[in-house]
């Protein structure tokens, strides 16, 4: 009979191989889900991006034919107003400074 034979310090060596390649192969997929989670927040940053700046175009368009072909007084306040108001919210929205300040719990209360 013709088997193969291994020595022990064979075995733990290919074991070793073995556990390290595992090893290799999980740091790898684990960086390839990072990449792409990575990739996916830069396509939402850049398609928001995208949609400021198509609107900011919009908005300034508007503006501009009615400031250029002179719109009466009435339609060239609203013009410039309600833009302002709507980045005004925003940008009060997005600076706001919020806490949270847990509850204290009653003796006995559950939650």
Do not use: F
């Amino acid at each position: 009979m013709n088997g193969l034979v291994l020595t022990p310090v064979e075995v733990v060596a290919g074991l070793g191989v073995v556990l390290a390649l595992l090893v290799v192969w999980r740091a790898g997929a684990r960086r390839g889900k990072a990449a792409a989670r990575a990739a996916r927040g830069g396509v939402r940053l850049v398609s928001l991006a995208g949609r400021v700046v198509v609107n900011a175009a919009l908005i300034v368009l508007v503006q501009w034919v009615v400031v250029t072909y002179r719109g009466d007084g009435w339609l060239l306040l609203a013009v410039l107003v309600v833009p302002a108001l709507l980045a005004s919210y925003t940008l009060t929205r997005a600076l706001m400074v919020t806490t949270y300040e847990p509850q204290q719990r009653r003796r006995g209360e559950r939650r």
